[in-house]
Structures are given as C-alpha cells and as structure tokens.
C-alpha cells in the first residue's frame, strides 16, 4: 500500500495530461505490499489531507493485464544498433596514462581537454554503457518533438532552431580502438564499451573490471555520474511494477518510453521536477494525437516547485497544463516514469577509501577536483569546492562539461581551481525556458523583476538567434547598455499581483539571495545573457536595489 500525503491538492487535465500537486508518496511497510491477481496489480494509494479540513481517500493504480503483455520495462528492449553502439573489443589494454571511468559527458569533456594539453595523450574512456558518450538533455526534449520516424534508431534531432544533429559528442571514427591505445602514433581517445570498474586500487595505481581484467593507470578520473532514485514503494512492490517502471537516464530509457508512449494508453510521471516537467510536456504533445493520457503527480504546489519560486511555479504549472477535470480518486495507469531525483554514483569508494559528503553525496574534491594524488573527480558524481559558493555537487550538463575539461586541465598538470560558474537551462518544449545559474532553491528568499514577453522570447527564437540547441555552448558575452523601466516587483518578497502576473509577464530575472547576497540567478524566458548572471554571483556583493541589477539583462527593452 502506498501512502499520500496531501498538503495542497491540484487535480488538473488538458486532452490527456493531468495533474496531482500536493502528493507525497510513503511506504507503508512491507507487510502491506500490492495484490497481484490473475495478471491485474493493483496498488492501492492511501491519501491523507493535512489541510485543516482534513479528509482522506484512496487513489488505485490499476495496472491492466494487457500492460504486462505488450510491455517492456526499460533495458528490455531488442534494439538494433544506434551510430555510436560500439561493440566491444576483444583485448583490453592492460594500461592506459589516463584512464576516465565513466562514459558521460564529464569524461568526454576531459578526455578533450587532456588532449588539447597534451597531444600525443593516450587516453582511455570505460563505460559501463553500450553507447559512445552522448549527451543527455534531448532525451527528455527535443527528441520527443521529432517527426522522423526512426528517430530511436538515429539518435539524430532537430534543435528548436531547425538544425540537426546527433545526441553522440563524435561519430565512432573520432575513437581509436582500445587495443591500439598504447601503440598507435599520437594516441587518440579510446572506449571501451560496456565494462564497469568494479574495484579500484589506488595504491596500486589500477581498477579491476567485473571479469576480474586489470587496468593500470597513471592518472584517474571517475566520472560515474549518478542512478535516478525510485520510489521504496516501487521496489518493494517487486518484479511486476518494476517492469512497469522507467528510471528514465539513458538511451535505452528514451527508447523504452517512446515504445511505451505508442503502445499504451496511460503514463503517470511522479516528479515536478525538471526532467519529470520536461518529459510531461513532451509526451503531453505526442498525447495530442494519440490520446495517450498523462498523469503527472509531485508534492509541491506546482511544477519546478523545489527551484522556482511559488508564483513562477504556478505560472509554469498554468503554462502545461490546460483546463480541468473532475477531482478523481482512482487513477489507473499502464506504466510508470519515476523522475524522483539522482543517487551521485559512488560505488567505488569503498575500495578506493574515498571520502563521501555526508551532505551533499558524491565524492569529496578539493577546488582543484582532486580526491586523491592521481585521481580526480568531475561531473554529477563530484561533491566540489566552489571557491565562490562554498561546498556543491551539481547535476547539470554544464558543470559536467566544465568540471569535466577542468579535470582534464589538472590532470595534465594546470592545478586550477574551479571559479567558473556553470550554468543550467531547461525547456518545456520550444516555448518555454530557463536558464540558471548558482544555487537556485525555492527555501531561499527570492527577488524577481518581470516583462511582458513577445515571440521572440522562447528557447526555439533564442537558438534561431545563437545558431545551437545546447544552451551553454551558446553563451555570448552580452553587455549590458540601456537602462529599463521600474519593475514591480524589486522587494523581497517579490511576486508580482497574481492577475498581472498571469496577463502581463511572460519573461523576467529572478534572484536568490542568501545573507543578502545573490547566489543563485533565473533567467525565464531570457536568453543568452548568462555572462551578465555569472558576473554578479562572481562579484558576490550586497545589492542595495536589486531593480539596478536587473536593468543589466535589458529585459525590457528586447
Ligand atoms: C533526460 C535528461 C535530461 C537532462 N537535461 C538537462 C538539461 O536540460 N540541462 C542540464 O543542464 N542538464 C540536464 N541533464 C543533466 C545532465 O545530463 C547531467 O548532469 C550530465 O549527464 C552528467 O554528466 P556525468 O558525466 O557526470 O554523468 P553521466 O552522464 O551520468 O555519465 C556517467 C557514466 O558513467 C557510467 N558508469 C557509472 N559507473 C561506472 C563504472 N563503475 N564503470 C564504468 N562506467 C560507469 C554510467 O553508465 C554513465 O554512462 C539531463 C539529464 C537527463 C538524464
């Protein structure tokens, strides 16, 4: 029996996606797992109110019989080979100078930047997955707004300026085989597909694969990334829900879903989050025409609710969301996505005697992305010290492109800090984005200053103007020139009236303050002023009137 606790209840439906605010998932305990009778599970959700007026009802998910029939859960897929599924070879280098485990976009920004310093470098990527790296974030977009058919098989999508390419950083011919790393001319980036590095020794200076193959190395970088969190519920339902469950993080995820998109009639998402709102909206849209229903559930009042302040996070609920339905007590669904966060993927610090942040997870790193002489750390695995924010671990493509290049820098001997400020953005489809910077969370007080927007302030105008689909490789130095109007909203308690809100605004700057200081910016709807937000939080000064501040990113004047 799964439990919900309700501190605010939003039941809303367009054509087929709805949505439950307020809900809070618990387990019950073991002894209360759910019925499976004659192929037809059901979960009963037990919803408690913590309004004053208290109630309490019960949600069902029903999983039909067809579900288990026609359905695979993610990893169980037949698929034919993508353009970069390497397969992997037969002879393993048994040393590589500079060995990168994981295959993510940390290790490929490394493995770049140890070759820029380094030439000659004989660099090798082992990855637990069968894919050469590839990039994440059009998983959860710009992938689900393709029309080509084959898109699961050619990776390959349109940006939302219209141009087109492929998830993977390089084609397959960028790679040298792994059994040449140590001899062939000028060395290369190697990778070896679908191994995972069991055991590390770092006095030994070597990692252990799970058959037991031994590598050397001389320098290290673990670049693990992170597991999407499920829901105790789920596990301890066991084997029949799980297979009705997508963790959604890798290519075999996106192709798992889009299988079941097309097969099933109902998908409940649970998470507001950033990728569990992404992927509301885009198989909201593929609902349109399919009448897929999609259910989207989370505990905050609205989307983003964690990140973006109430008012924007109402906005950006009303935005995806489109009329309304009858309040609903039982919800019957055919699979579940579970977008419920990310566990850092620290599996190796056992036997590497690697210190874990108690606070933030992740491995502990110096401001140099260094854990210990010869290993460094990058990307959503590394627990780092941000010399201008203090302790972190970020989960964000930028930071792993820039910690990732930073920990190649210093593996090559740069001994650099890490000062620059990632950035992060997200789109619900083409027409809404944000882009942030800093730390961003909702619990801090916040100061917001809005415009109207036009049409030229959506993420497809902003990469019709930058020419890229990839935000942070867009970033332009944008310079600051004419004053704007008063905004409404320059207090710290900033939300601007609901009704204008909901009429007027449609772009605008939002600041994080802690002790007075902005440490984390918003830009909704405003593109391609990243360098204005990262000067501010690098400045860390006292703002006396923050409505100054805002005049630099112009918002008014666009
Ligand atoms: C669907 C989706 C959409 C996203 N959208 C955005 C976005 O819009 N904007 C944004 O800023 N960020 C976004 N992100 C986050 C971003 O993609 C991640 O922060 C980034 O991928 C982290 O890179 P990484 O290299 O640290 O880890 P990963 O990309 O997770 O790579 C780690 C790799 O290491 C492998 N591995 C782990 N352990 C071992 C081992 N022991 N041996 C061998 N291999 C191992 C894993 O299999 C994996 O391939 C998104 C993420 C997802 C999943």
């Given at each position: 029996?799964?439990?919900?606790?309700?501190?605010?209840?939003?039941?809303?439906?367009?054509?087929?996606?709805?949505?439950?605010?307020?809900?809070?998932?618990?387990?019950?305990?073991?002894?209360?797992?759910?019925?499976?009778?004659?192929?037809?599970?059901?979960?009963?959700?037990?919803?408690?109110?913590?309004?004053?007026?208290?109630?309490?009802?019960?949600?069902?998910?029903?999983?039909?019989?067809?579900?288990?029939l026609t359905l695979a859960c993610s990893g169980c897929l037949i698929e034919t080979p993508a353009a970069g599924t390497a397969p992997s070879p037969a002879k393993i280098p048994s040393h590589?100078?500079?060995?990168?485990?994981?295959?993510?976009?940390?290790?490929?920004?490394?493995?770049?930047?140890?070759?820029?310093?380094?030439?000659?470098?004989?660099?090798?990527?082992?990855?637990?997955?069968?894919?050469?790296?590839?990039?994440?974030?059009?998983?959860?977009?710009?992938?689900?707004?393709?029309?080509?058919?084959?898109?699961?098989?050619?990776?390959?999508?349109?940006?939302?300026?219209?141009?087109?390419?492929?998830?993977?950083?390089?084609?397959?011919?960028?790679?040298?085989?792994?059994?040449?790393?140590?001899?062939?001319?000028?060395?290369?980036?190697?990778?070896?597909?679908?191994?995972?590095?069991?055991?590390?020794?770092?006095?030994?200076?070597?990692?252990?694969?799970?058959?037991?193959?031994?590598?050397?190395?001389?320098?290290?970088?673990?670049?693990?990334?992170?597991?999407?969190?499920?829901?105790?519920?789920?596990?301890?339902?066991?084997?029949?829900?799980?297979?009705?469950?997508?963790?959604?993080?890798?290519?075999?995820?996106?192709?798992?879903?889009?299988?079941?998109?097309?097969?099933?009639?109902?998908?409940?998402?649970?998470?507001?989050?950033?990728?569990?709102?992404?992927?509301?909206?885009?198989?909201?849209?593929?609902?349109?025409?399919?009448?897929?229903?999609?259910?989207?559930?989370?505990?905050?009042?609205g989307n983003m609710g964690k990140v973006l302040p109430e008012y924007l996070s109402n906005w950006t609920t009303e935005k995806v969301k489109r009329g309304s339905c009858p309040f609903c007590?039982?919800?019957?669904?055919?699979?579940?996505?579970?977008?419920?966060?990310?566990?850092?993927?620290?599996?190796?610090?056992?036997?590497?005697?690697?210190?874990?942040?108690?606070?933030?997870?992740?491995?502990?790193?110096?401001?140099?992305?260094?854990?210990?002489?010869?290993?460094?750390?990058?990307?959503?695995?590394?627990?780092?010290?941000?010399?201008?924010?203090?302790?972190?671990?970020?989960?964000?493509?930028?930071?792993?492109?820039?910690?990732?290049?930073?920990?190649?820098?210093?593996?090559?001997?740069?001994?650099?800090?890490?000062?620059?400020?990632?950035?992060?953005?997200?789109?619900?489809?083409?027409?809404?984005g944000y882009e942030a910077i800093g730390i961003v969370d909702s619990s801090l007080p916040t100061v917001g200053v809005f415009a109207k927007a036009t049409a030229k302030d959506t993420p497809?105008?902003?990469?019709?103007?930058?020419?890229?689909?990839?935000?942070?490789?867009?970033?332009?130095?944008?310079?600051?020139?004419?004053?704007?109007?008063?905004?409404?909203?320059?207090?710290?308690?900033?939300?601007?009236?609901?009704?204008?809100?909901?009429?007027?605004?449609?772009?605008?700057?939002?600041?994080?303050?802690?002790?007075?200081?902005?440490?984390?910016?918003?830009?909704?709807?405003?593109?391609?002023?990243?360098?204005?937000?990262?000067?501010?939080?690098?400045?860390?000064?006292?703002?006396?009137?923050?409505?100054?501040?805002?005049?630099?990113?112009?918002?008014?004047?666009?």
């Amino acid at each position: 029996m799964l439990k919900f606790n309700l501190s605010h209840i939003l039941i809303c439906r367009s054509r087929s996606l709805l949505f439950l605010s307020g809900v809070f998932v618990q387990d019950l305990g073991t002894d209360q797992l759910p019925d499976i009778a004659d192929h037809t599970l059901t979960l009963s959700l037990l919803c408690s109110c913590s309004l004053p007026l208290s109630f309490s009802f019960f949600l069902s998910f029903l999983f039909l019989h067809s579900f288990s029939l026609t359905l695979a859960c993610s990893g169980c897929l037949i698929e034919t080979p993508a353009a970069g599924t390497a397969p992997s070879p037969a002879k393993i280098p048994s040393h590589a100078p500079y060995l990168l485990i994981g295959g993510g976009t940390a290790s490929f920004a490394a493995a770049r930047s140890i070759r820029a310093r380094d030439p000659g470098a004989r660099v090798l990527i082992v990855t637990e997955e069968s894919d050469l790296p590839y990039m994440r974030p059009p998983l959860s977009k710009e992938l689900w707004f393709s029309d080509d058919p084959s898109v699961t098989d050619t990776l390959r999508f349109k940006q939302w300026n219209g141009k087109e390419r492929s998830i993977y950083f390089q084609p397959p011919s960028f790679y040298i085989s792994p059994e040449d790393l140590n001899s062939i001319e000028n060395g290369g980036v190697a990778v070896l597909t679908g191994k995972k590095v069991m055991h590390m020794d770092v006095r030994g200076n070597k990692v252990q694969l799970e058959d037991s193959t031994e590598i050397s190395y001389d320098k290290c970088l673990i670049a693990t990334g992170g597991v999407p969190r499920n829901l105790q519920v789920i596990e301890r339902a066991g084997e029949e829900v799980m297979k009705k469950t997508t963790l959604f993080r890798k290519i075999d995820d996106f192709k798992a879903l889009d299988k079941v998109s097309r097969n099933l009639k109902s998908i409940t998402i649970i998470g507001g989050g950033f990728l569990g709102s992404e992927l509301a909206c885009a198989l909201g849209r593929r609902s349109a025409d399919s009448g897929l229903e999609v259910i989207q559930m989370f505990p905050e009042k609205g989307n983003m609710g964690k990140v973006l302040p109430e008012y924007l996070s109402n906005w950006t609920t009303e935005k995806v969301k489109r009329g309304s339905c009858p309040f609903c007590i039982v919800v019957k669904t055919d699979h579940i996505v579970a977008a419920v966060g990310l566990e850092p993927n620290v599996d190796l610090a056992k036997s590497a005697g690697l210190e874990v942040d108690s606070d933030f997870g992740g491995y502990r790193v110096n401001a140099e992305l260094q854990a210990r002489s010869n290993i460094w750390v990058a990307g959503d695995a590394a627990c780092f010290y941000d010399i201008r924010l203090g302790r972190r671990r970020v989960e964000h493509h930028d930071h792993a492109v820039v910690s990732g290049r930073l920990a190649g820098e210093n593996m090559t001997g740069a001994s650099k800090p890490y000062w620059h400020q990632s950035m992060f953005w997200s789109d619900l489809g083409p027409d809404v984005g944000y882009e942030a910077i800093g730390i961003v969370d909702s619990s801090l007080p916040t100061v917001g200053v809005f415009a109207k927007a036009t049409a030229k302030d959506t993420p497809k105008a902003a990469t019709e103007k930058s020419g890229t689909g990839i935000r942070s490789e867009s970033e332009t130095e944008a310079v600051a020139t004419s004053p704007v109007a008063t905004s409404p909203a320059a207090s710290p308690t900033p939300a601007p009236p609901a009704q204008q809100q909901k009429e007027d605004y449609g772009k605008g700057v939002i600041f994080y303050l802690r002790d007075k200081v902005v440490v984390g910016i918003i830009l909704w709807n405003v593109f391609n002023r990243m360098p204005i937000a990262r000067k501010i939080i690098k400045d860390g000064e006292e703002h006396a009137d923050l409505n100054e501040v805002a005049k630099l990113f112009n918002i008014h004047d666009d």
